[in-house]
């Protein structure tokens, strides 16, 4: 073992990029196995790595973990991401789950059936500018910080820039009536652990395509 932290998914983003996201904007690099056959999927279960029979599945500090929302937590603890006292893990918790909301509805996207793409392309970009978006654009401007909680770079401002990456993909304009998300973004672009992650050859994965879809279903066909 390298110490690195291993990630076990599929060679695309699912529920594993926020957790892709979280360790490299603390710097920690990590270690990825990839599945390909739901063989490799059965095994795992098997073997008694997956507590609940899903992934992802993140071994770090010796544990196995499964459970995206368990994981992320551990991880914003570890690397003090999480807030200085217990109010401002409650304000990062109740923003992670609101951008988890959104998340949602882009990670189930490229499984829309073809004939509903258009009209989940449309929710998406409804809940993005109508329910989440201005939540933030709101706390940005009332507390007039650089950063969601406490003035400090933390897990909800990791989550917040993968969410407006993953709606611009798809709705390239939508942060043009939100002025304070727009310098949001640029500067959570320079953070230089983000910039690294954004730049080409990390790993980040690209936005899920026909061969990644067939893969999800022939792994975890029933």
């Given at each position: 073992?390298?110490?690195k ?16 996201w979280?360790?490299?904007?603390a ?47 551990y ?7 999480y807030g ?29 059936p073809?004939d ?14 109508n329910?989440?978006f ?7 401007k009332?507390h ?32 043009s ?16 652990t ?6 080409p ?22």
């Amino acid at each position: 073992m390298s110490g690195k932290p291993r990630l076990t998914y599929l060679n695309g983003r699912g529920r594993m990029e926020s957790i892709r996201w979280l360790l490299a904007a603390a710097g920690v690099e990590f270690e990825e196995v990839y599945l390909e056959t739901k063989e490799q999927y059965d095994k795992l279960i098997k073997d008694g790595f997956l507590l609940f029979q899903q992934v992802p599945l993140v071994e770090i500090d010796g544990m196995k973990m499964v459970q995206t929302r368990a994981i992320m937590s551990y991880i914003a603890g570890k690397y003090n991401l999480y807030g200085k006292d217990l109010k401002e893990r409650a304000l990062i918790d109740m923003y992670v789950e609101g951008i988890a909301d959104l998340m949602q509805m882009i990670l189930m996207f490229p499984f829309s059936p073809p004939d509903a793409k258009e009209k989940n392309l449309e929710s998406v970009k409804e809940r993005a500018t109508n329910r989440y978006f201005p939540v933030f654009e709101k706390v940005l401007k009332q507390h007039g910080q650089d950063f969601l909680v406490g003035n400090k770079f933390s897990w909800a401002d990791v989550q917040l820039m993968e969410a407006i990456l993953a709606v611009e993909e798809k709705v390239p304009a939508v942060l043009s009536g939100f002025p304070q998300l727009q310098v949001f973004k640029t500067k959570m672009s320079n953070v230089p652990t983000i910039k690294k992650f954004l730049q080409p050859g990390s790993p980040r994965k690209p936005p899920p395509d026909a061969h990644y879809v067939e893969t999800v279903l022939k792994v975890f066909r029933k």
